[in-house]
């Protein structure tokens, strides 16, 4: 039986979650940005598995599952999407997408 | 048991770090890989096999694999000095900063939460299926129907029409 | 009896409806047919009334019937009221029955024209409006019908509103009496401040116990309904906007600038004739701009040569001949005049239509010549017209109505020898004018031939009009010539008598001099534009003939004295405080943009980035709760 406490799990959890967010900022390129999209979906579904063990319902383990099919679809999504830009762009800096500017 | 959800942890955070540090694609995508697999350890001390099973079937062998697939098609990993002139360690300051402060935000918020015994039971995969087939069911379906409509959208998203010019009209 | 009253001025009104709302589906002839119609249903249901109340006299003074209650505000109130005396019903049979011979003559001169129903609608409107000025029982409904004629007559001088100079005469003639207009709204309100209502009986009565004659306020008032006046009658210094007027088609001119529109402002002065006789002097001021006017209009008249404006400056100079008498307190003979001014004047503007109709819209009388056998009904009526505006002695009903008036201009208590004399000048000048007029357009060599002859539309209003400018004259003959004075005692129960000196038997002395007078003016005319003697030609160009050509250069005069320093003042305060008030909320607004906009420029991680700060404080702030 685990007997770490419950806060420990979700800051570690949140840990996990800022670092993506950290990522997301910091990187420029494309793909490195999807990624750390993918690391905030995980953080967040380590969660939903902590809270279930917490107040002993499946429904945490079915979210997570939900989750995961969400998230393979966004990421198939994404890199077409990134397939794309390169395609037009030439190049995967985000910043050459700024077409939507004011003026 | 403690101690291995510890040791899965400080594998999981130290490998994220490299992953969103690191300059070459393919070494970040295979240290993504490696932490979610010690999340998926994690998974398996939480109670919860079929999820640990499910984590690295899916997360890390398909969606994973995808990003590497793509990737490898679009030579990313060759631009190193790319990469280098784009990472410079100003960038880091503000994103820090602003994780640092979301950081004590949610230890703030634990601390005002109220202390719960943690459950007796194990939950078994037998109990997630048949909540997942019977109370659940619509979004099963309307997540099937989610997952037809990304196979599509990536289908036509990801096509791109070639112009086959005749030779007597390529410009030269 | 009564509820027909109402019914005079709702039969044209309701006709306008229709024409407007259905006009477009309704074919020519029944839209002529609905126009004209309206208007002859009017005259008749006019002339029955008119029959009634004549019978009625003297006990019944008047008939009055409210329609409905316009407005009621705390001691203000005005109703939608109809009072029909002597006086309104000299003017409704005029407007309703030369209306409808008009009406009749607008089917066959407007037939070729593309707005045949939207004439008929404007010009029911404004009968409608005029026949509500007439009727209306208070001052305030008045002032509608006022508004209403002015309005159309702007509608109707620009009715072939695709040539910009029609728009621009019809402007001129909407701002002009403007001018006039306003002070009259400003009389009415000291009126209603006096005295608590806008009823004109009552404002009458209450004005002779309340107010002493000569005070300040009875000539204030007296004065600004005298400018409203002047304005409506195109008299000096007002008058300017007759002569382009012309613009319109000529049954427009025939209806409004003769007969009716212009003589609304000598229907106001005989309305609120009290208010005049407790202000002497502005009656004084009345007689003295009739008289003035009436020259330079005769003067003016001389030097055109657009057969409509000869005949513009001529209604300009008749109204100042019914302003002379209103002056000197000949209210009936001011009326009698109207009559019959109406009736030749009319006949004159539709004779000249029907000759610029059927010389290809040839306006220039030096252009036309020896029409008089080719178009001899025209040329006989607009003979008859003629004599009777010369004011041919005994044969014409205008030698009756002119010479009332200038026997009164003399005789009067109020008038003299120096009045008569302006008179007599005038009419001198009138029948100078109106002969030169029949002796270049219809003798000598055909310059211009006609294009087709008349229909019968035009020609039997022509007829109609030439034989009341005749006979019209019968009812009222003077003293010396047998005493009949069957218009006077009609109009004298509402206005009051012309006070004479004791010169009554010096009368027939001024009948044969005037009688002399216009003779001598059509000899002259014989001799000056029938035998064209060589100093006619050299006269012709003139730098006296050009100012008379120009009325006396009064356009230019306004131009520079009005016009220009107006125009001054609007370009030196294009920039002023409040415009700049407006420009800096404006440019504020800019400068915000161009700030704001800095923080969309397109990047991604911007975005993003800003997501993260503002997730960071809101969760910081929900924390420190």
């Known amino acids: 039986m685990l007997t770490v406490p419950v806060e420990t799990q979700i800051l570690f959890a949140g840990i996990l979650f800022l670092l993506g967010l950290v990522g997301l900022l910091v990187r420029r390129n494309l793909v490195f940005m999807l990624m750390s999209i993918e690391i905030m979906f995980n953080s967040a579904g380590l969660v939903f598995i902590i809270a279930a063990r917490q107040w002993n319902q499946p429904d945490g383990q079915v979210m997570f599952i939900f989750i995961l099919a969400v998230t393979a679809v966004e990421v198939a999504i994404g890199l077409a999407l990134i397939l794309q830009v390169y395609h037009h762009f030439k190049t995967l800096d985000v910043d050459a997408i700024n077409k939507l500017k004011d003026n | ?172 | 009896m009564k509820s027909i009253i109402a019914l005079i001025p709702a039969l044209p009104l309701f006709s306008f409806l229709i024409l407007v709302l259905f006009g477009g589906k309704l074919s020519r002839k029944v839209a002529g047919w609905v126009g004209a119609g309206s208007v002859g249903i009017a005259a008749l249901l006019t002339v029955i009334v008119g029959i009634d109340l004549i019978q009625a006299l003297p006990g019944v003074k008047s008939y009055s019937v409210v329609v409905w209650q316009w407005m009621h505000a705390g001691n203000l109130s005005a109703n939608i009221a109809f009072s029909l005396d002597a006086l309104s019903i000299v003017f409704c049979f005029v407007i309703t029955f030369v209306g409808f011979l008009i009406h009749i003559y607008s089917i066959g001169f407007m037939a070729k024209d593309e707005g045949f129903t939207r004439f008929f609608a404007y010009m029911n409107l404004f009968v409608s409006s005029m026949l509500i000025l007439v009727l209306a029982d208070n001052i305030l409904l008045m002032y509608l019908g006022w508004e209403g004629v002015g309005l159309c007559s702007y509608l109707l001088i620009g009715f072939w509103y695709k040539e910009p100079e029609n728009g621009t005469a019809a402007r001129k003639a909407f701002i002009i009496t403007r001018i006039g207009d306003t002070a009259m709204i400003i009389g009415i309100f000291i009126l209603f401040v006096s005295f608590g209502t806008f009823n004109i009986q009552e404002i009458m009565h209450l004005a002779s116990t309340k107010w002493a004659i000569g005070s300040s306020i009875a000539v204030l008032t007296a004065a600004l309904l005298l400018g409203g006046a002047l304005g409506k009658s195109a008299q000096l210094p007002l008058q300017t906007w007759l002569p382009d007027a012309m613009a319109g088609p000529s049954p427009v001119s025939a209806l409004i600038h003769a007969a009716t529109m212009v003589t609304a402002g000598v229907y106001l002065i005989a309305r609120t004739n009290v208010l005049f006789s407790l202000a002497p002097i502005v009656q004084t001021v009345i007689a003295v701009i009739g008289a003035l006017t009436l020259l330079v209009a005769g003067f003016s008249a001389l030097g055109q040569h657009d057969l409509k404006r000869i005949l513009a400056y001529s209604t300009i100079s008749q109204i100042g001949y019914m302003f002379l008498a209103l002056g000197v307190g000949a209210y009936s003979g001011a009326i009698f005049h109207f009559m019959i001014h109406a009736f030749f004047k009319a006949l004159l503007f539709l004779a000249a239509g029907v000759v610029i109709q059927v010389l290809d819209e040839e306006h220039d009388i030096f252009k036309m010549g020896g029409l008089r056998k080719k178009m001899p009904v025209v040329f006989l009526t607009f003979l008859i017209g003629s004599a009777s505006l010369s004011a041919l002695p005994l044969v014409t009903a205008g030698f009756y109505s002119k010479d009332a008036i200038l026997w009164f201009a003399y005789s009067s208590n109020s008038g003299g020898m120096v009045l008569w004399l302006a008179g007599i000048v005038g009419a001198f000048l009138t029948a100078l004018y109106s002969f030169r007029m029949i002796f270049i357009t219809f003798y000598g060599k055909i310059k211009t031939e006609p294009s087709f002859n008349a229909g019968r539309f035009m020609t039997v209003p022509l007829i109609i009009l030439a034989v009341l400018s005749v006979l019209g004259g019968f009812i009222e003959l003077p003293a010396s010539l047998g005493n009949i004075h069957l218009f006077s005692d009609l109009v004298n129960n509402t206005l009051p008598a012309v006070a004479i000196r004791n010169v009554e038997h010096m009368e027939w002395l001024f009948q044969i001099l005037s009688s002399l007078i216009a003779l001598s003016g059509i000899y002259l005319a014989y001799r000056w534009y029938y035998l064209k003697p060589p100093y006619m030609e050299s006269f012709r160009k003139s730098r006296l003939n050009h100012f008379f050509e120009k009325g006396f250069e009064f356009d230019k005069l306004y131009q520079l004295v009005v016009v220009k320093p107006v125009v001054w003042l609007a370009e030196v305060d294009k920039k002023d405080f409040f415009d700049l008030l407006n420009i800096s909320i404006a440019k504020l607004a800019i400068r915000m943009n161009l700030i704001l906009s800095i923080a969309q420029n397109g990047k991604l991680r911007w975005y993003l980035l800003s997501f993260a700060i503002g997730i960071a404080l809101i969760l910081t702030i929900m924390m420190k709760q």
């Open chain 2, 1 to 172: 048991m403690d101690i291995f959800f510890y040791i899965a942890a400080a594998i999981a955070i130290l490998s994220t770090i490299l992953a969103i540090s690191g300059r070459n694609a393919i070494h970040s995508l295979l240290f993504l890989i490696l932490s979610l697999l010690a999340i998926s350890v994690v998974f398996y001390l939480l109670d919860a096999p079929f999820i640990a099973a499910l984590e690295v079937i899916i997360y890390a062998g398909a969606i994973m694999v995808l990003f590497i697939f793509v990737t490898m098609m679009l030579n990313i990993g060759l631009e190193h000095k790319q990469e280098k002139k784009w990472l410079r360690p100003q960038m880091w300051i503000l994103p820090s900063i602003l994780a640092a402060i979301l950081f004590i935000d949610l230890m703030l918020a634990l601390k005002n939460m109220p202390t719960v015994v943690a459950g007796k039971q194990v939950i078994l995969p037998k109990q997630v299926g048949i909540s997942l087939f019977t109370t659940y069911l619509l979004a099963v379906e309307i997540a099937a129907i989610l997952l037809m409509g990304g196979v599509i959208g990536a289908y036509h998203l990801g096509s791109q029409k070639k112009k086959v010019l005749h030779r007597f009209l390529i410009k030269k």
